[in-house]
């Protein structure tokens, strides 16, 4: 979604005489070991960054089935491999390493005579060997930091070769030749996280493309989500009674306007960064709890006495809304969600540091 907002990040640069105008506040919901590239970027352009995490990737048991489609992919029954992930990377490839070893120590069994007569020169060719990663079929990784983990892992005689999509979605997905050609009774396995984006299912099913998944963790609201959000709104409402332009209309200054509160401009509102649905509704929910217990705190009798109730909590903080932040949101499927509910945002194609900095300052 284009905007008409200022540019926040030139001004934040310089010096004025007058005084400046507080930092635009961006809440990053990344989980905790991918939120500092995008943390340390946004600060260094000015802004305010609180990482909120909302998810947290909890390890998931490999399953028989796991393995079943795992041996399926590298006996080769797969025509593509697509890597969501740099967690899903990093499982998957832990498990790709075993069933090389696997296969080469039932090689080495096999050809047990010979190799007891092998040098110690052929001792080492033999450890490179077993090391090898040989791929079955095109792997695909979506995003830089996913391709990353994969092109890491690679030792000099790995030969394999990761690919990307120039745009890390569907659209970029599909472009590519790799997938392109897919038809009817092709294969394509995906490595990714339990809840994730479904890249391509519902185009390559169409097509007659089977898709099989391996889920290799899963997503979870960490337990200290409503602390820290409760931390930050503490901080918050605390700067916002400061006469500012954000506080004017983000917090109300008295009772008389806290009951009819101005709308707030979508460049004064708090910006949280969103990259999936589950973050999304985890999100919804630490707002929503922090309502509740708000309203857990005010006894029947001090409700009465307390006709807003709907704006404060019995602390005086403010309860804000989903409607109170504005959003950068990853993807056409996120996109329509927070558009079905009426707020504002910004959509972004990938979540490079550099594309949501350019979104915010758009």
Not at 26 to 52: C, D, F, K, Y
Not at 207 to 227: F, K, L, N, Q
Request: hydrophobic residues 40%.
């Amino acid at each position: 979604m284009s905007s008409t907002s200022s540019h926040p990040t030139s001004t934040a640069r310089h010096k004025s005489a007058a005084p400046s105008a507080p930092a635009r506040v961006v809440i990053n919901t990344r989980p905790v070991e991918r939120a500092a590239p995008l943390t340390q970027h946004l600060q260094a352009a000015g802004l305010s960054v609180v990482e909120i995490p909302m998810l947290t990737l909890q390890p998931r048991p490999t399953t028989d089935t796991d393995m079943a489609l795992m041996r399926q992919w590298f006996a080769g029954d797969y025509q593509a491999l697509v890597i969501v992930s740099p967690t899903a990377a990093a499982a998957g490839l832990a498990v790709w390493q075993a069933l090389a070893r696997e296969r080469h120590t039932q090689h080495s069994e096999t050809n047990g005579d010979k190799q007891n007569n092998e040098s110690q020169n052929n001792e080492s060719q033999k450890t490179t060997e077993r090391q090898n990663l040989s791929a079955p079929s095109h792997l695909i990784a979506v995003g830089e930091a996913t391709a990353a983990v994969l092109n890491e892992a690679k030792i000099k005689a790995a030969s394999y070769h990761v690919l990307q999509p120039r745009v890390a979605n569907n659209e970029g997905m599909l472009a590519m030749p790799e997938i392109d050609s897919l038809q009817a009774g092709d294969k394509l396995l995906v490595w990714r996280g339990l809840g994730g984006r479904r890249l391509l299912v519902n185009t390559l099913q169409a097509r007659g493309v089977h898709i099989d998944s391996i889920a290799w963790y899963e997503r979870i609201m960490p337990h200290e989500a409503c602390t820290q959000y409760n931390q930050w709104l503490q901080q918050f409402s605390t700067a916002a009674s400061v006469p500012s332009p954000l506080s004017s209309e983000a917090i109300p200054a008295a009772p008389s306007t806290a009951q009819h509160p101005k709308p707030i401009p979508k460049q004064s509102k708090p910006v949280v960064i969103i990259s999936s649905a589950t973050a999304f509704e985890h999100w919804r929910q630490v707002i929503s709890q922090g309502k509740r217990q708000a309203n857990d705190e005010t006894s029947a009798e001090d409700t009465v006495k307390q006709p807003l109730a709907d704006s404060t909590g019995a602390d005086g903080l403010p309860k804000l809304k989903l409607s109170d932040f504005a959003y950068v949101v990853l993807g056409e499927r996120l996109a329509n969600m927070v558009a079905d509910e009426q707020l504002s945002y910004w959509r972004v194609e990938d979540l490079a540091p550099a594309t949501i900095l350019a979104a915010i300052s758009a």
